[in-house]
């Protein structure tokens, strides 16, 4: 059975920057399609941000062209890459291994964007 563990959260000030990781355990990483979610308190979690085992990425309209998503799949590692931030940014982030009917969620990671 698959196990996501997320890291990288805390606190940052609007504009800035923070990155995020999740390491997957077992040896088919490379093969599942790997995501990051969000839900903010009272929210639906929405997607963030995607990448196929091919590399595809696909972005949610709100981070587009400030948020990047990337994998190392020698480390069983997916990043998401956070810049210019804003408040509305906070979320608990979770980490989603999908492949066919098979999803892992990771156990989600705080990110607040406060002053």
């Known amino acids: 059975q698959g196990q996501l563990v997320e890291s990288g959260g805390g606190l940052v000030q609007p504009g800035g920057s923070l990155r995020l990781s999740c390491e997957a355990s077992?040896?088919?990483?490379?093969?599942?399609?790997m995501a990051w979610y969000r839900q903010a308190t009272g929210n639906e979690r929405e997607l963030v941000a995607a990448i196929t085992s091919g590399g595809g990425t696909n972005y949610g309209d709100s981070v587009k062209g400030r948020f990047t998503i990337s994998r190392d799949n020698a480390k069983n590692t997916v990043y998401l890459q956070m810049n210019a931030m804003k408040p509305e940014d906070t979320a608990v982030y979770y980490c989603n291994a999908k492949m066919s009917i098979i999803s892992y969620w990771g156990q989600g990671t705080q990110v607040t964007v406060s002053s």
């Open positions: 077992g040896s088919i990483f490379n093969r599942y399609a």
